[in-house]
Structure formats: C-alpha cells, structure tokens
C-alpha cells in the first residue's frame, strides 16, 4: 500500500515562505517521479514541479520558476516544496504525488498515487 501524507500548509502572509513535506510510505522506491500540483476551486489542476527520485533532476512550472525549490531525501522517502516570495496567486491546495513508470510529466493524468493535500493561503 502507497501512501503520500504531505504537511506544511498553512496561512502566510505576501512575500513569505513555506515548505511543504511529501513523505511517501509503502512502495516508494518505486517511485520514478514525484510531484507537486495545486488547485484552486474552480480551475483545472495545475503542475508547479517535479523531481526524478534517482538523479534528482528537477522541473518547474513558469510561474514558480526561480521561487519555490523541489527537493527530496532518499533516505527518509521525502519531498520538499521550499516556496519563497509568496504572492496571493500561489494560494491552493497543494498536493503531491508519484510516478511509478520512467517518466517525468507535468500531466497530472501521468501520477499514479496522490497525497490528500495541504491547503496554502498567502493573504495580501
């Protein structure tokens, strides 16, 4: 059984930061790609980055490029989503989630396992 618990949401104000945790339990070293989404209500599921699990390679969304940071620790079978400048654009629920085959996309329909979610709010 896969499970992803992501943790670390919160309320911020504009121009702060955040990390968000991803720790992924079960058949994690199956994982190929992990990544991170956000949506808002109302509007389609968007992909802010993503990191190979193996060789760390690392992808972006545009509008987070240069902000927000993707990381991971092998070892604790964990992802980060280190989010810096804040705007109330960026406010969502955040979700993770993995790729079990060889890939890295931007697709959301590509993950295969997802975490429940972390609301951020960044007030103005």
Sequence with gaps: QVQLVESGGGLVQAGGSLRLTCAASGRSFGFYTMGWFRQVPG??????????????????ADSVKGRFTISRDNAKNTVYLQMNSLTPEDS?????????????????????????????TVSS
């Design 92 to 120: 969502a629920v955040y979700s993770c989630a993995g790729i079990l085959m060889d890939i890295w996309s931007r697709d959301s329909d590509d993950y295969n396992y997802w975490g429940q979610g972390t609301q951020v």
């Design 43 to 60: 509007k389609e599921r968007e992909f802010v980055a993503a990191i190979s699990w193996r060789a760390g390679s690392t992808y972006y």
